[in-house]
């Protein structure tokens, strides 16, 4: 779990509660030996600062570009985006363009059922706190959730997957058993 910054103790939480081991991740030593990685919600220009300034910004890069399993939420999702209309820090990995804050402020924070393709056991209880929307997407992104005005909320391209949401505070660990599923172990660090 990256732990720069964000809501790494309840995504670590929900990664015990399926039964993997979290490990903090705030140096590019801590990046040795990942099954994969968790970028958090919080607040990613932040993110993105605290990286450059830990000398963390390139290894994380390294890190996606080998094609290893990566799942940002939030805030997460706007720090792997190759676009996020705005001049901040990127990893810059996945083919998408965000539209960040596009729920609009805080107290416009809802929760909403949300079929996401893949998972099973029916809508997924969706928490949207500040939540970017993907605007576009490139030839190799797969859209996995949309809201009824076409919001995309939900995308993979390769081992990276995005969530607009946070399934950490939605009282619903499908989407993490799933996503440490495809890590192919359970012993699983985590970037907050």
Request: glycine share 12%; proline share 5%; with cysteine.
């Given at each position: ?81 190759r676009d996020a209309g705005h001049d901040q820090a990127l990893i810059g990995a996945m083919d998408i363009h965000v539209d960040r ?52 909320v939900a995308a993979r391209q390769d081992a990276m997957l995005v969530t607009s949401f946070h399934p950490e505070i939605g009282g ?21």
């Amino acid at each position: 779990m990256l732990a720069l910054q964000g809501d790494v103790a309840e995504h670590e939480a929900a990664l015990r509660r399926v039964g993997a081991e979290p490990l903090r991740v705030r140096l590019a030593a801590d990046l040795d030996g990942l099954d994969g990685l968790i970028l958090p919600g919080g607040e990613s220009t932040t993110i993105g600062l605290l990286a450059r300034l830990h000398g963390l910004l390139e290894p994380l890069r390294a890190y996606v570009a080998q094609g290893r399993p990566v799942w940002g939420t939030c805030a997460g999702l706007i720090f792997l985006a190759r676009d996020a209309g705005h001049d901040q820090a990127l990893i810059g990995a996945m083919d998408i363009h965000v539209d960040r804050n596009a729920f609009g402020p805080q107290v416009f924070s809802s929760e909403r059922d949300l079929d996401v393709e893949g998972l099973e056991g029916g809508p997924l209880r969706a928490v949207f706190i500040r939540a970017p929307a993907i605007r576009t997407v490139g030839p190799h992104v797969k859209v996995l959730a949309t809201l009824p005005d076409g919001k995309i909320v939900a995308a993979r391209q390769d081992a990276m997957l995005v969530t607009s949401f946070h399934p950490e505070i939605g009282g619903d660990d499908r989407m993490h058993a799933a996503w440490v599923a495809s890590c192919g172990r359970s012993r699983v660090r985590a970037v907050a």
